[in-house]
């Protein structure tokens, strides 16, 4: 079975940089994309930030586009979420999934 643990949450200031990680434990395919999402304070839906798959396909949300990159490790079954000119509305819970499984979320503030 599967399980997330992400990490590298914290408070930045507006235009700073936070690098978050994900790891998997258990069997990971690489035909299957591994996800961020995101849920910020007070709203009920989670955004889809972005993804890649195992071959480094990727994808961005538009409201992430040209600050946010991801990367994988296939190798340490790693995902990573570089995020950079952080913006107060990035604020949010931010969870990484495999198919059907989610990590528990680690908490980005963006603020002065």
């Known amino acids: 079975q599967v399980q997330l643990v992400e990490s590298g949450g914290g408070l930045v200031q507006p235009g700073g940089s936070l690098r978050l990680s994900c790891v998997a434990s258990?069997?990971?395919?690489?035909?299957?994309?591994m996800d961020w999402l995101r849920q910020a304070p007070g709203k009920e839906q989670r955004e889809l930030v972005a993804w890649i798959y195992g071959d480094g396909v990727n994808n961005y949300a538009n409201s992430v586009k040209g600050r946010f990159t991801i990367s994988r490790d296939n190798a340490k079954n790693t995902v990573y979420l570089q995020m950079n000119s952080l913006k107060p509305e990035d604020t949010a819970v931010y969870y990484c999934?495999?198919?059907?499984?989610w990590g528990q979320g680690t908490l980005v503030t963006v603020s002065s």
């Open positions: 999934r495999y198919r059907t499984t």
């Open positions: 258990g069997s990971i395919s690489n035909v299957y994309s």
